[in-house]
């Protein structure tokens, strides 16, 4: 509500294979803001996608059984490092004012 009047506008930090913030997604859960979702191959997505399920992070080998340091400070830390100089250019506004990136917030 606030954030489709233009009244509160927030960056969500994620990384690709954390299963840690899909853990509470109950059916009408909605995660708010825009994604800045980190992967490991210096790539990132800008995006706002109000709801991620569980399945979404899963792929088929499960690697996040193995190794839950994708939730890690330090490895966001990594991530935000290789794709600091891509995005450091970019305000809030400017990613709010992409219709690329909110179309979807729009609608």
Known sequence: ???????????RVSNENDIVPVLVAMPDF?????????????DYALEYQGKRSLWWQWTPFFPWLANLSNHGLEEYDTRFKKVKTAIRHMTINDVYGNSSITKDFIE
């Open 30 to 42: 909605r995660h708010v803001g825009i994604n800045l979702h980190l992967d490991d191959a210096k």
């Open 1 to 11: 509500m606030l954030e489709k009047a233009g009244k509160l506008q927030h960056i």
